[in-house]
Every structure is written in C-alpha cells, then in structure tokens.
C-alpha cells in the first residue's frame, strides 16, 4: 500500500466560475501562437519564394518598353467643314474604346510589318518547333484535313510577325479619356520605340485612307441621289402648280404673305358688312328719331341732332323770335290786338312750316334707312356666294396641301443632300484623322520586365500564402495531441502530469556504455541509465512531477476504498515512453522507502529488460511457469532497493507470455512480498494484454506521447478497456516540447505549464 502523507480525502475541487464574455481580439493571442507555431514553416516557404524569385530575376531576359500616346478627340474643328457635332459621353466612350480595337486589328499590324519589313527580321521568325510540338501540328493538320503547302511564304511569313507583334503589343485607355497609350515590349530599347512609333504612323495613315475613302464614295453617291432628288423635287412642284391652274385658286400677296384670293375676298366683304350694318343702323335710329320729333319738341330744343339742318334750325329760331315779340305785343297791346293778332297768326304758320319741315326729313331718313337695307342685302348675298366658293376651295384644298407637302418635303430634302454633297467634297480635298499623336515612344532607359521589386515581392507573397496554406493545412490535419484539454477530451481522463523531452537512450547502445555495463557487472552490479533515475536525482524536473501526480491519484483512490497497489503503465501506441515512464515511477517509489517491483510485461518489446538485465535468462515466464524462484527471475538495486523482474531469454527464443491463471498468480505473490508493483504493460492496441489483467491491476496510467498519438487513436484504445471496467489513475502527457508547447494554449486553463501537474481524481 502507498504510504503517502496527503492520503486523506481531499476537497472538491472548486466550482468552475460562470462563463464570462469573451474580451475584445479574444483571438489575437491564439493567432499569435498559431503564427510561432509554424514560424518556421512559414519562413521557409517564403524564403523559397525569395529565393526562386531572385533566381527567375537571374535568368530572365529583360524586357523594355515603349510607350506612344494618342489623342482621339471627336470634336476637332474641322478647317473646312467647321466644329464636328459632338454626341453623348457613351457614344464618344464607345468611340473611343471601338479606335483602340482598331489599333490592336491584324490590318494595322500588317502595316507595320509591310513599312518595317519584319518578316525578315530573324526575331520575328517562329523557332523551329519541338518534337512535341512538331507532332501536335501533325495531328491537328490529319484531323482538320488542313495545311499550308498552298499558303504563298511571304504572306505566311507576314502572317506569323503580324502574330509576334500582337503579342508584344498592349493598347490601353486611360481611364474614361481620350488618351490612348500604344505600349510595346521587345528584348532592344531602340526596337520598342521603333515598332511604337510605328503603329501609331500605321493606324493614323489607316484612318486617312478610311476617311478618303469613305468621303469618295458617300460623294458619289451623293452626287447621284441629287439627280434624282431635284427631279422629283421639280415634279412635285408642277404638280402643285398644275392643280391650282385646273382649280382656279390663285395667290395673292397680302400684308400677312401669300393667300388664295377668294380668301382675301371673304375678308374684305366681311368687312364691308360690318360697314353696311353700322351705316343701316345709324339710318335706322335717325329715322326712327325722326318719326318721334313734334313742334313742340323742336320749338323747345329737345330735338338736339336738327341743329344742323340749315332750314329746321332757321324756323326754329324764327319760331323764337315770333313768340318773344307776340308775348312782347300781348304784355303791351293786349291779346286782341291787331298786331297781336297779326303776330299770333304769323307764329302758327311758323309751326306749320316746321311741321311740313319735319316731314320731309322723316321722308329722306326713311330712303336712307331702305337704301343702308339694301346695301347690307347685296353685301351679304356676295359673302354668302364666295363663303361656298371657299368652303369648296378648302374642299379641293385637302389634296392640294398633300401635294404642297410633298413638293416641300422634296424639296428640303434636296437642299440637305446638296449641303451634305458640298461637306463631303470639302472632306475628300482636306481629310484630317481624329487622332493626334501627343507624345512620341522614345527608346526606355530601364528595363520594364522583369521588375525585381515586384517580382521579389511578390514571389514573397506567394511563399507567404503557400507557407500559410501549408501551415493552415497542416493544423487542420493534426489530431494528435497538443494540449491538455485535447488529452482530456480525446480520453476523458485528468491530465496527471506534462513530461519535457529529453535525450535519447540511443547511447545504450554505445562502446562506452557498454564498457561501463561490463566493469559494473564484474563488481557484481547493474548499471541503471540515468533516464530511469531523474524523477529520484531531480525533484523539480516534469518527470517527478508526473510521478507526483500519480502517487497523488492513487493516494485519493485509497482513501475512497480502493488499495491501489498494482499499477500498470499502459500506451495506445508503441514508442510512447511508457518503460521510461514506469522505471521513473517504481525507482522513485522505491526510494521513498516502498517495497517497490517493476516487471517488464511486455514480450513483444522487452526494452526495459535490454536496459536492466540484458544478460539475465531467467525471468517473468519462469516465475509464472513455476520453474524459478522469485530471487532467481529478479534482479534488486542496492541503490533504491527495488526489485526487478525482466522477460526470460531474451538473447535467444523468446517463451511465450504467460496466461491468465499464472498471471494472477504471479501477481498475487508479488502483492504479497512488495507495498507497490509496477508492471510496464504492452500497447492497447498491439494486444488485449491490459483487457485481461484489468480485474488484477488496481489501476492504469495511460501514457501518451505529445504530438504523436491522435486523438482518435487514443478513443479507439481507451474504448477497448470499457468493458472490463479497467481503472484508470489519469494520463501523463510524455515527451513534451516546452517550447513549442507554450505555443498551443489550452482551451480550458490557458497555456499549460510543462512540469506541472494537474492532479485530479481518476475514474
């Protein structure tokens, strides 16, 4: 029984304090850590990138380029023909866009080729084609049925530089401009400026041709729709003029233009009856006046449009004169005068003549009145007369109007045509192209390919995004374990401690090793490695940590009931540490004053016998066969006091393990005689060595190696113990990168601590 001060339950483990919220660039430091992780994963690809680039920069013939600059501007003033019309944006954008395609068109590049005579420049030429290439032409010619034989050799030797050309050749836009760069890219300075120049003379002497050429034709056949134009411009004219003449409708001139006459007759009678009505008014009221006027009323002035009537106004004022003198002669003689008599009788025949006056006027304003009637009858019936002869003139206007239509129609056309004939003429004796050169290419100083900036860069770049991805890939694709949240959750047991690695025990298969195991065999000793015995000489050191832990966990198992006394080291995997694991964990016990055994089990991989007792035949099998002694098939140190017992025959033929009755009676005597055994068990998944001594061993430390086991490897073990109902202590984390550790944070409790343990409770 482990005798250990802390044997006493412990307290729960605190409760686990409520989630909190994550922090601002709570994945910044696990960023971080990924980016040190694979720092040098990362560094060495982009160093390969640099160094390719640099190596593509060494090797890369360099490449100059060219540049000539046109305008094309569609709103040039026109020396002759004036400003041109200018459209929408878009249309001159497309303008524009549809000139640098021309630019880039075969016929340019075959002007430039014929001014240059490139098809006998030997750059200009094709290489002779490879043997692959070679048979790749043979076999589209078999297929396509098609050759060359028939293709005269200087148009295919002008065909293939028009093709070397395109390609050196780039023509861009600047941005929404009319500015137009023509680039060109060739191995000689002089040689780029040349073939810039060149296409630029080539696509300017073009457009002139074009234009010219346009121009002549649209002259032509301007020239002859003319002819035809004023043809029937002068046909329809007669046309219009002959209808008249068969309609009698004439024009006339009027202050407003020109007018049909009976439409300059219906006015003027339109005015003469309003004349007419105004003056048979005017008679009418005279005459209606007239017939209303009394003597009394003219003798007393009532009568006020008579005053100029020369005869009414003389009785009128005769009348006055005679009735003042009569009322003057009455006052005086009396009213039975003679002379009053004399007078009276005088102004009666005065009212008489008024009377006889005021007749004949009402006779001459009754003939006023009947003529101003007539007059407007007359007047009248001639508007009524012409009103049908212009209702019938609009009539058989209807088709005149067409025919106006069509003869002016004809007409505008006509003068349209002839202006258009006239600009087209102008254009053919001064064409002018739309674009301009503004600046000619001149021969490159520096090189503009390959750029070692940018190509430095930017093979950087990929070395980077390839050292990225691999390092992403890399880290999605390792499952084994990293953390001891990864361990805990791979296995659900505690994590019982966290051991660095250490130096290989590849020395015990050195000279000198064995020259020290031979001069301690002779003194009667064994030679134990130091490996076995850093958890004893090193008591901060991560071994004795996990040694600690186990002890611990084994401690809390007794005092819940449990006497753990056979403790059984166990990996998934072979190669996990597990007999340096063990030896650690029985020579510290040992030391601490247990009766302490460890027994190598396992008889596949019997290394912890190759350490301790290579010479030793006698050993587990014998014991468990019953043809040894427990003192024959052990080996004690002095030291520690420990007792070991090894596989049997390890030189020659190994026996086989032995069964499950011997197993149990082995075991049985070892608890017996010794406070602890530890047992150095075989793989979980290389046997079911561990599935059958369940029920006899207390309990289990599975040892994992770091960043070797996966995780599902380690479900796959753990899950062929959980029918026997196997107790497991916890999990030690062996061979572990401090280091590279720190760099892979757990999830649970932040980066783990190497050399620590995590004590806990297991099973």
Known sequence: MLNFPFAAPQAPNPSVPPRQDAAPFAWLPAGVAFLRRRLVLIAGCAAVGVVLGAGYLATTTPQYTAVATLTIDTRRAHPVGGQQSSGDWQSESAYVESQVELIRSPATLR???????????????????????????????????????????????????????????????????????????????????????????????????????TTRRAGGWLETRIVELRGQAVAADRAVQEYKARNNIVDVGTGAGIGLLNEQQVGELNVQVAAARAR????????????????????????????????MAGLRQQFLDGSRRLV???????????????????????????????????????????VAQANLRAIQDRLAEQIAIAAQTNIERSELRSLQSSADAYRQIYETFLQRFTQAMQDQSYPISDARVAAVALAPIDPSHPRAAIVLAVALALGLA??????????????????????????????????????????????????????????????????????????????????HGVRVAAARQSARGRDVRVIGCVAAVGDEGTSTFAANLAFALAADGQRSVLVDWNAAAPWLTKMLGPHQRIGLQDLAFGEASLTEASWLDSDTGLRFIGQSHVCGHGRPPPSTASARAVL?????????????????????????????????????????????????????TAAADALFLGAVLNRCDPARMRLYPDEAAGPLQVGLPVPAAAG
């Open 466 to 547: 390839l050292g990225m991805t691999t390092a992403v890939a890399r880290e999605a694709l390792d499952g084994t374990v990293r953390t001891v949240a990864q361990l805990r959750r791979a296995t659900g047991l505690q994590c019982l401690g966290a051991v660095p690695r250490q130096g290989a025990l590849g020395f015990a298969k050195g000279w000198r090793w064995r020259q020290a195991r031979r001069a301690r065999a002779a003194r009667g000793q064994r030679l134990v490695p130091a490996a076995f015995l850093r958890a004893l000489r090193d008591p901060d050191s991560g071994i004795a940590e996990a040694v």
């Open 328 to 370: 003057e002669l009455t006052a005086r003689q009396g009213p039975n005068h003679g002379a009053v008599v004399l007078q009276r009788n005088a102004v009666a025949e005065l009212q008489r003549s008024i009377q006889n006056e005021l007749a004949r006027l009402t006779e001459t304003y009754r003939g006023d009145y009947e």
């Open 111 to 213: 002007g430039v080729v014929e001014r240059l005579q490139l098809d006998s420049d030997p750059s200009f030429r094709p290489t002779p084609p490879g043997a692959i290439r070679a048979m790749v032409t043979a076999a589209k010619r078999w297929l396509t049925g098609a050759g060359d034989a028939a293709i005269d050799p200087t148009l295919r030797g002008q065909a293939l530089a028009g093709t070397a050309l395109a390609r050196m050749l780039e023509v861009w836009r600047i941005g929404t401009t009319s500015v137009v760069e023509v680039r060109v890219r060739t191995a000689d300075r002089a040689l780029s400026a040349r073939l810039a120049n060149a296409v630029t003379e080539a696509y300017m002497a073009q457009q002139l041709v074009a234009i010219s050429e």
């Open 668 to 720: 049985a005597r070892l608890r017996e005689g010794h406070d602890i055994v530890v047992l150095d068990l075989p793989p979980l998944l290389a046997g079911n060595t561990a599935v059958r001594l369940s029920d006899i061993v207390d309990g289990f430390v599975l040892v994992t190696r770091w960043g070797s086991t996966s995780q599902p490897i380690l479900s796959e073990a753990l899950s062929r």
């Open 280 to 311: 048979l008014a005017e008679a009418e009221a005279r005459f209606q006046r007239a017939q209303a006027n009394t003597v009394n009323g003219v003798t007393e002035g009532v009568v006020s449009d008579l005053g100029q009537n020369p005869v």
